[in-house]
C-alpha cells in the first residue's frame, strides 16, 4: 500500500500498469467526493486484475466506538462469513457477524466497543475456517476496513486493517496448510511432524493426501517419522509456512539417505 495522495474531486481515471513498464493491466475512472478519502484495491490475478475504489469513513467516531467494515478481495474466496468475537470464542453456534461476502463485495459499518478481537472468516455459509486474526487490538473513535485477499492458497485467506485517515497494516492470519508426497520407495508408511506435533499419519509410498491447516510461523521443524512412532527422525526440514499459503512436504530417497523438502 501507499500513502494518500490529494487528488481533485472531480472524475479520475487510474491506470495499472507493470512496475517499470508501460504494459496496461486495468483501468477505471471514478467520480471523487470532496473532503472524502478512498483505498484503490487491486485484486484478482495479472491476467484478470479488478480495481476497486473503497470509500471510508470521512469522519471517524468521536462517541467512543469503532466502525468496521469488510471488503473482500480474496479471489479464492467466492463468499466469506466474517466473525468478530472475543477471543476463543467457539463460532460453532453463534452467527456471524457479517454474512455471505462475496469476491469483490463490500459490508456495511458496523459498531463495536474499542478492544481486543479475534476475527475469524468462514467459507459462507459453512463453519470452515479460513484466516484467523488471533487478537486483534482496536482504538476507539477509528474507522477500520477488514480486507482479506489471496496469497495463492486453495482455501485460506490472508488480510490487512485498514484505518481511515490513518495507516493500513498486514492482519497476518494464524493459519497455513500443508500437505505431503511420501516418494521415498523403500520406505513404508511415514507421519509428519510439525514440531513435535502429528499433522499427517500413515503416508504410504507414492502416496499424497490432501491439504491440512496448521499454525503458520517461521523455523517449523517438519520432521517425518515411522507412523506411530516419535522417533527416530527420519529426515527433517525446517521452513516458515507464511500466513494463508500452502506448502508441500516431500519425503525421498533411499533409507539410508532419506530426505525431507
Request: a negative charge; proline letters at 7%; charged letters at 5%.
Amino acid at each position: 500500500w501507499t500513502g494518500y495522495q490529494t487528488l481533485e474531486n472531480v472524475t479520475q481515471q487510474f491506470t495499472v500498469t507493470v512496475t517499470g513498464t508501460t504494459n496496461q493491466l486495468s483501468q477505471a475512472s471514478y467520480v471523487l467526493a470532496g473532503e472524502q478519502p478512498y483505498t484503490l484495491t487491486i485484486s484478482g490475478t495479472p491476467s484478470q486484475p479488478v480495481l476497486n475504489l473503497l470509500q471510508e469513513v470521512a469522519d471517524p467516531p468521536s462517541n467512543g466506538s469503532v466502525l468496521i467494515s469488510a471488503f473482500n478481495a480474496a479471489s479464492n474466496a467466492a463468499a466469506l462469513d466474517l466473525y468478530v468475537v472475543t477471543p476463543g470464542t467457539d463460532i460453532s453456534n453463534i452467527a456471524p457477524n457479517y454474512f455471505g461476502l462475496g469476491y469483490n463485495g463490500l459490508t456495511y459499518n458496523f459498531s463495536f466497543s474499542p478492544g481486543t478481537y479475534q476475527i475469524i472468516a468462514t467459507t459462507s455459509p459453512t463453519k470452515t475456517v479460513v484466516y484467523d486474526s488471533g487478537p486483534v487490538t482496536v482504538s476507539a473513535n477509528t474507522g477500520l476496513f477488514f480486507v482479506p485477499y489471496s496469497v495463492g492458497s486453495n482455501l485460506l485467506v490472508n488480510a490487512a486493517m485498514l484505518q481511515s485517515k490513518g495507516p493500513a497494516i498486514l492482519q497476518n492470519s494464524k493459519l497455513a496448510q500443508v500437505k505431503t508426497l511420501q516418494a521415498a520407495p523403500q520406505t513404508g508408511g511415514v507421519d509428519l511432524l510439525q514440531n513435535t506435533v502429528p499433522i499427517i499419519t500413515n503416508e504410504t509410498y507414492s502416496g499424497f493426501g490432501g491439504y491440512v491447516t496448521v499454525p503458520a510461523g517461521t523455523a517449523q521443524v517438519m520432521s517425518f517419522v515411522d507412523t506411530g512412532t516419535a522417533t527416530p527422525t527420519l529426515a527433517s526440514v525446517t521452513a516458515t509456512l507464511a500466513p494463508g499459503t500452502d506448502q508441500t512436504v516431500f519425503l525421498t530417497g533411499f533409507p539410508s539417505a532419506l530426505q525431507a523438502v
